[in-house]
């Protein structure tokens, strides 16, 4: 299944069907009014001179949960702690209204040409474009009222692996995971809420990550986002295995996604 996410800082929804409609797109309608599902397209649906000129992103109508459940406003310093090759970025810097500032950071310097390309086609102009590794993001004493954690993983079948995941790959993950959300919750800002999420479908990943750093920490609360579920009706999604926490399973890409507000 593939979907497209309008750039509604471009174009509306309803304009950007029609082009594509009359170009023998068949397009259908979302839990999102600017997200639209491809059922079928005559060619690729990236080479389309609406797709180069910025007018929608492709992107998995899973991956589109995490930056609603974040729900950044204009008024935010957000940070996207592992932004390539920036789907969630522009959605939230749509959602910003492209005001607020956003700093989309990544470890891996040849991902960020994906990121910069995504920022430049989409006429993205609230994010600044960061390459360290997230783990020593504190160290530069930056703040933010809103962050987005969307973790490396070990993945999942339906996104594809290009090998056999261990029992290793998962645990080294999961470390990972737990520190990279400790350095995001010492670079929040009282009363800032962090979202953390994987697409991946292991505990270890995902609701033994919010155990560690809820035993952990004494400064922040796990925010209850099981409301969502009611919003996206047409999404596989559920309640996690910690209460208040979301998964999404398949035939949608699986997603883990749990919410924090720092509290002193």
């Known amino acids: 299944m593939q979907y497209l996410r309008v750039n509604t800082l471009k174009i509306s929804p309803q304009e950007l069907k029609d082009r594509l409609e009359s170009k023998g797109i068949v397009l259908e309608d979302t839990y999102l009014d600017y997200m639209f599902k491809i059922v079928k397209s005559p060619y690729s649906p990236g080479s389309t001179p ?75 102009k609230n994010v600044v474009i960061l390459n360290m590794d997230a783990l020593k993001l504190d160290k530069l004493q930056i703040y933010y009222d809103k962050i987005l954690l969307d973790a490396p993983c070990t993945g999942n079948p339906i996104k594809g692996r290009s090998r056999k995941i261990t029992r290793k790959d998962i645990e080294y993950c999961s470390r990972r995971q737990k520190s990279l959300l400790d350095v995001g919750l010492n670079i929040l800002e009282i009363g800032g809420e962090l979202v953390y999420s994987t697409c991946s479908l292991e505990v270890e990943e995902n609701e033994e990550v919010v155990h560690y750093i809820l035993d952990k920490r004494n400064d922040i609360q796990l925010v209850d986002i099981s409301d969502f579920i009611k919003e996206t009706k047409e999404i596989n999604i559920k309640e996690g295995g910690i209460k208040g926490t979301l998964r999404i399973y398949p035939p949608d890409e699986p997603f883990f996604i749990a919410k924090f507000r720092k509290v002193e």
């Not at 522009?90 to 950071?105: S, Y």
Request: aromatic content about 6%.
């Open 50 to 124: 609406e797709y180069l000129f910025g007018y929608y992103y492709l992107q998995n109508i899973s991956s589109t949960v995490p930056p609603l459940v974040l729900n950044p406003s204009v008024e935010d310093m957000v940070l996207d702690m592992c932004a390539a090759p920036g789907g969630k970025t522009t959605h939230m810097a749509q959602l910003m209204n492209n005001e607020g500032i956003i700093v989309a950071n990544d470890m891996k310097k040849e991902r960020l040409k994906s990121l910069s390309s995504n920022i430049q086609r989409l006429g993205i």
